[in-house]
């Protein structure tokens, strides 16, 4: 069983920026798949980015590649997203998912999908204000 916990939502202006935190309790971290999602009112959850535990595979989706970047700290079993020149319509619930059967090629070809993705987190609301 892989627990997740996201941190790091809040409220910003246009252009400003956040750094979410997905925080893994796995007994075994490595192997994995963790992918960041986001939901907005009234909008289907959409994947934006995703990468392996081993580093080896990593993909965004185009509505935020240049924008938004991951990271790892393998030593917490924490991946990062850091989120810059945001945007209103960046505004959701953002959720960080895993999977322990690895990233799939879609992932790195920037395509997520949930039926991927076993283990989710309960989100972390980001709001952009104009």
């Known amino acids: 069983q892989v627990q997740l916990v996201e941190s790091g939502g809040g409220s910003v202006q246009t252009g400003g920026s956040l750094r979410l935190s997905c925080a893994v309790s796995a007994y075994t971290y490595s192997g994995n798949c963790i992918g960041w999602f986001r939901q907005a009112p009234g909008k289907e959850r959409e994947g934006i980015a995703g990468?392996?535990?081993?580093?080896?595979?990593?993909g965004y989706a185009d509505s935020v590649k240049g924008r938004f970047t991951l990271s790892q700290d393998n030593a917490k079993n924490t991946v990062f997203l850091q989120m810059t020149s945001l945007k209103p319509e960046d505004t959701a619930m953002y959720y960080c998912a895993a999977d322990d059967r690895g990233c799939s090629r879609s992932v790195v070809n920037g395509f997520f999908f949930l039926s991927e993705f076993r283990y989710w987190g309960k989100g972390t609301l980001v709001t952009v204000s104009s």
């Open positions: 990468i392996s535990t081993d580093g080896q595979r990593i």
